[in-house]
């Protein structure tokens, strides 16, 4: 139920009508801004409220039903598009951000590489696992706490916020120790109490859609964040599987626009693990963008054929380059600012972070 305010009321008014909802027994959500209106939403259970008690309370213009169950999720309490900042970067504001590197940190040596060469070409964020979610147990599992440490300093050289997964709850205050974002992998986007530990943090959380989540458990899952109070989500889409065996997923690119259909929140593109072939990436990333995405996260290494993980998927730094100067023709095409080749960087020295993509494209 979201309860409109009337257009006299101020931010005391709604907090005062949300104490008082809140001494009713019922669970409330933020205050936000709704059509040029304050409103707020009973989020949980509200059997036994009477519609009428609640359109009598003060500076209540309206009372309207949810429709749809991902209520702090969705569009119809949040009217305005969320704009999600992660460090110094903003996720959603109409520039395009592109998260690059590795599958795996591996080394010292191979992250701050990557670093440096994404960086050149203009990525806008460093990605890099410590904890790998593996299919097999005999395969490379990262390298922790250590790799968590090469991945931070990697991204503070080179001016790159930092995002890495969280596969463990107990992992909570280490990982946001050392990174900017922390990322739900597909296969954890419905550990429920992992969700549940990330909705009681400050710190943005990048959620990847399950193997086989339709959209509504996609927001679902992100509902679980906001209902803990943490607003800072950004969806990611990153294939499906399907009946199809050619590709290792299937990128479902129509996630773009529906995802923004239905939610507030950013959405970002991942064609590395959506279609798990490394000559595949370059042209659905180019189709991300045109699509809308607000981002890509794309598998980049300095010598992927011997990468330790992914490294079928992974672009080469030529390849890289490319793709980012193609992004700078087909952003702008499409509304999207795209950040710019850095020239200091072809060196590894770090320079300066890139983070006002904004341009006129009128
Ligand atoms: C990753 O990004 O490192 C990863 C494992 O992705 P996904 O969870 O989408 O498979
Ligand atoms: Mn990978």
Redesign the pocket.
């Known amino acids: 139920m979201i309860l409109v305010m009337k257009p006299e009321a101020h931010m005391d008014d709604a907090l005062a009508l949300r104490t008082r909802l809140g001494w009713m027994g019922l669970e409330v959500g933020p205050v936000v801004p709704h059509d040029g209106r304050l409103s707020l939403a009973i989020v949980g259970r509200f059997e036994g409220v009477q519609w009428e008690a609640l359109t009598a309370l003060p500076r209540v213009e309206r009372v309207v039903p949810f429709t749809r169950p991902f209520k702090l999720a969705g569009r119809e309490l949040n009217t305005e598009r969320a704009v999600v900042e992660v460090g110094g970067v903003t996720i959603g504001g109409g520039g395009l951000v592109v998260m690059a590197g590795p599958?795996s940190v591996e080394s010292e040596e191979q992250i701050h590489d990557a670093a440096a060469l994404v960086a050149a070409a203009g990525a806008t964020m460093l990605?890099g696992?410590a904890f790998?979610?593996r299919t097999s147990p005999y395969d490379f599992q990262g390298l922790g706490e250590e790799g968590l440490r090469m991945l931070c300093d990697a991204g503070r050289a080179h001016g790159l916020p930092v995002v890495s997964?969280i596969m463990d709850l107990d992992h909570l205050d280490l990982m946001c120790q050392y990174c900017d974002m922390l990322?739900v992998?597909?296969?954890n986007m419905q550990s429920f109490s992992l969700l549940k530990g990330l909705g009681r943090i400050d710190k943005p959380v990048l959620l990847?859609r399950g193997l086989s989540a339709t959209y509504q458990e996609l927001l679902m899952s992100a509902e679980y964040i906001l209902a803990g109070g943490n607003h800072r989500i950004v969806l990611?889409e990153?294939?499906i599987r399907t009946f199809e065996t050619f590709s290792r997923n299937t990128l479902d690119l129509a996630a773009v626009p529906i995802l923004k259909e239905l939610s507030h929140l950013p959405v970002i593109v991942?064609p590395s693990?959506g279609t798990g072939l490394r000559r595949m990436v370059t042209p659905m990333a180019r189709a991300a963008v045109a699509a809308g995405a607000d981002g890509l996260?794309i598998e980049v290494h300095p010598d992927p054929d011997r990468a330790l993980s992914?490294g079928q998927q992974t672009l080469t730094p030529g390849q890289f380059a490319e793709l980012m100067a193609s992004l700078r023709i087909i952003g702008p095409a499409v509304g999207v600012a795209v950040a710019p080749v850095r020239p200091t960087d072809r060196s590894g020295g770090a320079s300066t972070p890139t983070q006002s993509l904004i341009v006129d494209v009128s």
Do not use: S, T
């Open positions: 599958c990605r696992g790998k979610p997964e990322q992998g597909a296969r990847k990611c990153r294939g991942d693990h996260m992914d």
